[in-house]
């Protein structure tokens, strides 16, 4: 139980063009999802909390306007990479919160999603 | 801030030996600790969790302590075998939902 999963896995796009990731939690519901980036050799760094119905709430220094985040339903979030350039070029992660708040609100991981922009 | 740092950042060791991973964080008050693995490109495997309340917890040939008031933990793994190289991440949980993630460990076994 507690999978979650990416869509892409990978994508390659020219500079200019948006890019959209899917996260999607397969055996529960998520009232919360949060995105991550990961630069490589670096750790992860939280981009934004995701809720469901609600705007997300996005870290300092992230702009809300480039990464566009829709939490439409309790099993999926999308981010939206608008007008990509080559610095956006990362390790996109995503993870979900069960709905029903397992014990230790456990935040389940997705698989990734590494984003070229060309 | 609340940071966490994990020493040390790389480790290369033959098969068999015992390993210790550490990772510290500045802020005692922590929710829970975690520890991940991430293997090259791919996305993070939880291997334990540990709660505030608790000192350690076990998988196998894991073992994860925490020192709250000393502000660390610590990843055990006996007799490491070449499947277990990968950057092992932790990760810890303040009264948020946030997790912080520490800088990691690259560690590969060889044969």
């Known amino acids: 139980g507690a999978v979650v999963s990416q869509h892409p896995s990978w994508v390659i796009c020219k500079s200019g063009t948006s890019v959209k990731i899917e996260c999607r939690s397969l055996?529960?519901?998520?009232?919360?999802m949060f995105w991550y980036r990961q630069f490589p050799k670096q750790s992860l760094m939280l981009m934004a909390t995701?809720?469901?119905?609600?705007?997300?709430?996005?870290e300092q220094g992230v702009e809300k306007d480039k990464f566009l985040i829709n939490h439409a339903s309790l099993t999926l979030s999308t981010l939206t990479v608008t007008s990509a350039h080559p610095e956006d070029s990362s390790f996109y992660i995503c993870?979900?919160?069960?709905?029903?708040?397992?014990?230790?609100?456990?935040?389940?991981f997705g698989p990734g999603t590494r984003l070229t922009v060309l | 801030k609340q940071e966490v740092t994990q020493i040390p950042a790389a480790l290369s060791v033959p098969e068999g030996e015992n390993l210790v991973l550490n990772c510290s964080f500045t802020?005692?008050?922590?929710?829970?600790l975690q520890w991940f693995r991430q293997d090259p490109g791919k996305g993070l495997t939880s291997l334990l969790l540990?709660?505030?309340?608790?000192r350690e917890q076990t998988s196998g040939r894991l073992n994860a302590s925490l020192d709250k008031s000393s502000g660390r933990s610590t990843l055990y793994i006996a007799a490491s075998q070449p499947g277990d190289s990968a950057t092992y991440l932790c990760?810890?949980?303040?009264?948020?939902?946030?997790?912080?993630f520490g800088t990691g460990t690259r560690l590969q076994v060889f044969p």
């Open positions: 993870s979900a919160r069960d709905y029903q708040g397992a014990i230790y609100n456990e935040q389940f």
């Open positions: 055996d529960f519901q998520a009232t919360t």
């Open positions: 995701s809720n469901e119905g609600s705007k997300a709430t996005y």
């Open positions: 802020d005692s008050a922590i929710y829970n």
């Open positions: 540990i709660q505030s309340s608790q």
């Open positions: 990760a810890v949980r303040y009264n948020t939902d946030k997790l912080i």
